[in-house]
């Protein structure tokens, strides 16, 4: 079997870094969610030349409904999909890096306590001499 030889200088290095990054997630959805609907509302819509001013047939700026076309229907549906990849992406590096940070604590603690086990054990001679307690 290898042997195991964690450093926890390098792991927290590692995790910290990784930490960083994936904190820059919320900041970049926020940004993605921005630069949609900046798309969406730049897209227009198709006219069929009944003067509608590029509304969708919807009148204007009166007809109640509000500009989008295609483009602005299949963005936003993009986005909702993309929304909850994004979410799960950074649940998923947060959960991800705790489970790192747990595995490495456990390990420690595992090694401390082998190793106070075994300096208990050589703290206390077991050496048996011969005919020693026999009658």
Same mark, same amino acid.
């Given at each position: 079997m290898a042997g195991w030889d964690l450093r926890p200088q390098?792991? *927290?290095h590692v995790l910290t870094t990784t930490g960083k990054? =994936? *904190?820059?997630l919320e900041t970049q959805a926020k940004?993605?969610?921005k630069h949609l609907q900046s798309a969406a509302s730049s897209a227009g819509t198709i006219s069929a030349g009944d003067g509608s001013g #590029? *509304? #969708? +047939?919807? &009148? +204007? @700026? +009166? &007809?109640? @409904?509000t500009q989008g076309g295609l483009v602005a229907l299949a963005l936003s549906e993009y986005a909702e999909h993309a929304t909850k990849? %994004?979410?799960?992406i950074a649940a998923r590096? &947060? @959960?991800?890096l705790q489970g790192a940070v747990d595995a490495t604590t456990a390990? %420690?603690?595992?090694?401390e306590a082998m190793a106070a086990r075994a300096q208990? =054990?050589?703290s206390t001679p077991g050496v048996k001499m011969p005919g020693v307690g026999k009658s």
């Open positions: 390098g792991i *927290s990054t =994936a *904190s820059h940004d993605f969610g #590029g *509304s #969708g +047939g919807q &009148g +204007g @700026k +009166g &007809g109640g @409904k990849d %994004l979410q799960f590096a &947060g @959960k991800s390990y %420690l603690d595992g090694d208990r =054990a050589a």
